[in-house]
């Protein structure tokens, strides 16, 4: 099986670059995002594409004019944490990390904040207005750090963020009710200051535990990997770290035991679950010669596996590296995103501002200003805004890396969209690329002795003919090749000779209509001679994949156009088609050729999907809107691909059409309810018709509703499309 190579990040213009991924702590919203990302893109040479949901930062730089303790630096000046990743570290631990100590500053917070809730607006229950400060200070000061800290710490660097709504609205709660209690007057929102901070810490947690969802696919992934490894040398096993692995090197893989890097089998026979790499659910046998994936489980036999690959190269490693590259970018629909929230929060205090003074000079009293602007301030949230497109590319990258689908970049999904036309090569896509017998015509004593002659030799016919025989084959002698026609013998005392059927008119009439059927077909005809007199007929073809049929039959049902384009000859690749129902057939064609098809697709109008396995289809692959690698397929095909497929299964072109497509509805809906959210709740708070606790109540469960959006996208299928 080949590999999918990871795509090459963003490149600045200025020289060669580096590409570096740095976690960034500190990040609790959009504007935080637009902040890191201003401040990196506006070093010298270098391109940065900064991710929430991940908490990390992928960025292209030129090493002639900026190092990466200068990106570290310039990321904490902007006033959050930066750090390298180490890859022992695990993301999911630090995650759960996180929601831990959100955990427990919750734990502090709730009952604090019911017994103030009780205190202030429970019926026929003592206000104790004192008693309601010392209970709300441990929410607003201890509970209520995180926020206090980032937003102080984005005040030094004259920098507003959703922290800073959070903080002011808060503190100016609490505040304004010590004011009126030392004053003696009985407005206050004691109550208002701990049930905001609570919902919102409620809220945090919640995203914490869903993000962690988010990527487990990723996690799994990451968690596939060996760490060790039986190595064998001189016939003796020893148990080896798998870093000391290198290619040539023999491993023996246990019963029960991962492989524990890409390899080939040199002896044994055995199944292996490669579901997690593939998607493909049922464990495929392995026997000498087949290649084997790092991570994958050994069900039953014993192996012995020689080393092709190790480290970054292997097939787990590279798909790991691709996944986490896509959900490190963003798709074009986030822009707009991006653009409204690097304004949004300094809008946001103005606006409360305006909101106070109109309130103020409307006569209505400072208890209504202080309610309606401290309203404002805690329901105008942009996390919602940046959650909205990195949580649906974690959940939706890695739900496609389960079912065996590799997504290169966010932009495949804007892509996949518009797809009208998919061009399908034949070999190696549509069938199997190995040959098969599909018809014999004479006796079968004929059949046997060709594959008695056949036996041993490597070219795909030979195979084909041995393969299809089922009898004990006898021992050949005094074997011949005749170049370009085929083989000659001797079995169990006949001269037998295996080559190329001739022109119908000089056989007998049955030999010479299985002649004209199977090329009719498109099959390769082979004649089989026993002492100089034609005895059989063998048609040797391809094969149909099973699921052929119904992936083409899914992409008509979708509206979808498919074209065959291949370099068999035509009646071969009519025969494809008609069987697969595909009406237009391009055949015959050069790879100059079927780059030059994409492009006549392509300028009338198509928006053109490329699916192909093979190295003559790697331009067309790039040529085209999306380029879909078959990963059985050649390295130079998936080099070129958008999408690579890992087993190759042509179902998954359909659904990794409908699960891109579905991803970006995902996000789409994310963001109309992100917007949505702030373009009602804003002037209804500024009305003073939303109650401060109402509002942090809202704004932290938009948070939540958009990263539980996102995780329907876990539930995904091949068989449903949703």
């Known amino acids: 099986m080949s590999t999918p190579s990871a795509p090459t990040a963003p490149t600045p213009e200025a020289g060669p670059s580096r590409t570096v991924d740095l976690l960034v702590g500190g990040m609790t919203c959009a504007s935080c995002v637009g902040r890191v990302e201003k401040k990196l893109n506006r070093l010298d040479g270098v391109s940065a594409t900064v991710n929430l949901a991940t908490a990390s930062a992928r960025v292209a730089y030129d090493p002639a004019l900026v190092d990466e303790d200068t990106l570290l630096a310039t990321v904490e000046r902007t006033g959050y944490t930066a750090s ?48 309601q400060l010392l209970l709300t200070l441990p929410v607003v000061a201890y509970a209520g750090w995180p926020f206090h800290r980032a937003a102080a710490v984005n005040a030094r660097h004259l920098a507003s963020t959703m922290d800073t709504l959070v903080s002011i609205g808060t503190v100016a709660a609490f505040a304004w009710s010590v004011v009126e209690l030392l004053r003696g007057e009985m407005h206050l929102y004691f109550e208002v200051a701990a049930t905001v901070t609570t919902f919102l810490l409620l809220g945090r947690w919640l995203e914490a535990r869903a993000k962690s969802r988010a990527g487990s696919a990723l996690h799994a992934l990451l968690e596939l990997g060996e760490t060790r490894a039986v190595l064998l040398e001189d016939d003796a096993e020893r148990e080896v770290d798998v870093t000391v692995l290198r290619p040539g090197m023999r491993v023996l893989v246990r019963p029960g035991a991962r492989v524990p890097t890409d390899g080939v089998v040199v002896a044994g026979r055995s199944s292996c679950d490669e579901s997690m790499v593939t998607g493909e659910s049922l464990p495929v046998e392995k026997t000498v010669g087949d290649e084997v994936v790092g991570g994958t489980l050994n069900t039953d036999g014993r192996l012995e596996v020689e080393v092709t690959r190790i480290g970054r190269d292997t097939l787990l490693a590279r798909i790991r590296q691709t996944v986490a590259d896509a959900q490190t970018g963003k798709a074009p629909v986030q822009r707009l995103a991006d653009r409204v929230s690097a304004v949004f929060v300094p809008v946001v205090l103005v606006v409360a501002v305006v909101t106070a003074a109109a309130w103020l000079l409307a006569g209505q009293g400072a208890d209504a200003a202080v309610t309606a602007a401290v309203a404002v301030l805690v329901i105008a949230c942009p996390c919602a805004l940046g959650l909205a497109t990195p949580t649906a590319m974690l959940v939706g990258t890695g739900r496609a890396a389960q079912l065996g689908i590799v997504v290169r970049s966010a932009e495949v999904l804007e892509t996949s969209r518009a797809v009208s036309t998919v061009v399908l090569d034949k070999t190696g896509t549509l069938t199997t690329g190995r040959m098969r017998v599909h018809e014999v015509a004479g006796d079968d004593e004929a059949l046997l002795l060709a594959a008695a002659l056949e036996h041993g030799s490597e070219h795909p016919v ?58 009719a077909r498109g099959r390769t005809t082979v004649l089989v001679s026993v002492d100089d007199r034609p005895r059989a007929v063998v048609a040797v073809g391809d094969t149909l994949r099973p699921e052929s049929h119904e992936a083409v039959a899914a992409l008509h049902d979708s509206g979808i156009r498919t074209v065959l384009l291949t370099g068999d000859h035509e009646s071969a690749a009519r025969h494809v088609a008609d069987q697969l129902g595909i009406g237009s057939v391009v055949a015959g064609v050069r790879p100059e050729d079927k780059l030059a098809e994409v492009r006549r697709l392509q300028d009338a109008g198509e928006t053109v999907a490329m699916v192909g396995d093979g190295v003559n289809d790697a331009a067309a692959l790039v040529q085209a809107d999306l380029g879909i690698a078959v990963g059985t397929g050649t390295d130079a095909a998936i080099e070129a691909g958008d999408v690579t497929l890992v087993n190759g299964d042509p179902r998954l072109v359909v659904a990794a059409l409908r699960l891109s497509r579905r991803t970006l509805t995902v996000i789409r809906q994310n963001l109309f309810w992100a917007f949505a959210y702030n373009v009602v709740g804003i002037p209804v708070a500024a009305a003073g018709l939303l109650n401060p606790m109402l509002a942090g109540a809202a704004m932290a469960a938009s948070s939540v509703c958009v990263v539980a959006n996102s995780l329907r996208l876990r539930r995904f299928t091949v068989a449903t499309g949703r």
């Open 84 to 131: 390298l990743p180490d890859p022992e570290d695990d993301p999911a631990a630090a995650e759960d990390t996180q929601a831990r100590v959100l955990l427990r500053r919750l734990a502090v917070a709730a009952p604090l904040t019911v017994a103030v809730a009780v205190l202030a607006m429970a019926p026929g229950v003592p206000r104790l207005p004192w008693l």
């Open 462 to 519: 030979a195979r084909a003919i041995v393969a299809h025989a089922t009898s004990p084959l006898p021992a050949a002698e005094d074997f011949t090749a005749l170049p370009g026609s085929g083989v000659r013998g001797t079995v169990s005392g006949s001269r037998v000779e295996v080559g190329r059927a001739p022109e119908p008119e000089a056989l007998p009439a049955d030999l010479a209509e299985a002649v004209r059927a199977g090329r």
